[in-house]
């Protein structure tokens, strides 16, 4: 007996997407213009928060000088920061960061230096750290001409794995032979990958151009501006619940770097 064919439904075959939608040239032009807009204006408003912030990050700076070990605190409870400073010895380091400051790029505010001001140690004779991520324009920039108010289309197309450029330094280790980057050195993977196999030492950071981890990115846009928020523990944390873990011990813990405490943020 012979199998009978499946008959498609009526109309099957003029069945579209009924959401597909063939974009005109004039209204894809219209789409640009708009988006254009949108990205200046966030721009613009980025610019000009980021300057009125300045005095109250001032106004921070001097109330956190009175409290002790506190950049290395806030630091230390950002879960990235934390897991790149695996080492006592890096830790005993930032125990002497004594401030910690941010300056933004008037022009290109996405882009900034990074400074970590040190109390005498017994590590280095710096007494400022700094790691700079300057803005390069692409070659096309050349020729653009600024609108008013200084933007050009390749800052609205601002990108920043291409456009911008991390700074290295050389840090004065006291004693060469225990230089936290030649004690822990970054190693890269066998197939020489983006992201190391080992980060090694934190310092690192500063002694290499290239910023794998993106730590400066996080330093600058997350640690920084909640830095308070950050000391206290009120950041970060994986959502888990706790009640499970044993809670007996109801005896004020002391805070030290090596388990910086942590507290759920409240919500």
Request: aromatic residues 10%.
């Amino acid at each position: 007996m012979a199998k009978g064919t499946k008959r498609a439904s009526p109309g099957a075959e003029d069945e579209k997407n009924p959401l597909t939608v063939e974009l005109s040239e004039e209204d894809a032009v219209k789409l640009t213009v708009v988006r254009k807009e949108i990205q200046k204006t966030e721009l613009l408003l980025e610019r000009q928060a980021q300057r009125q912030l300045i005095p109250a990050y001032e106004k921070r700076r001097e109330v956190v000088k009175s409290i002790s070990k506190f950049w290395p605190l806030a630091l230390m409870n950002h879960d990235m920061f934390s897991f790149h400073v695996q080492h006592n010895a890096d830790q005993l380091a930032l125990s002497y960061l004594e401030d910690l400051w941010i300056v933004r790029d008037e022009k290109e505010p996405r882009c900034f230096t990074i400074e970590f001001h040190f109390k005498e140690n017994p590590h280095f004779t710096d007494k400022v750290l700094k790691k700079e991520y300057t803005y390069v324009p692409p070659p096309d920039a050349a020729n653009e001409t600024p609108d008013a108010d200084g933007i050009t289309d390749s800052m609205l197309n601002f990108s920043w794995a291409s456009d911008v450029k991390a700074s290295k330094i050389t840090i004065n280790w006291k004693d060469a032979d225990k230089a936290l980057t030649k004690l822990y050195p970054r190693e890269t993977g066998e197939d020489d990958e983006d992201e190391p196999a080992d980060s090694g030492s934190f310092f690192n950071f500063f002694e290499h151009e290239e910023d794998p981890f993106e730590i400066g990115l996080n330093i600058a846009n997350e640690v920084f501006p909640e830095a308070i928020e950050y000391f206290l523990g009120e950041m970060g944390g994986d959502g888990e619940d706790d009640s499970d873990e044993e809670d007996d011990d109801d005896d004020a813990e002391e805070i030290d770097l090596e388990k910086p405490k942590t507290k759920k943020r409240k919500v």
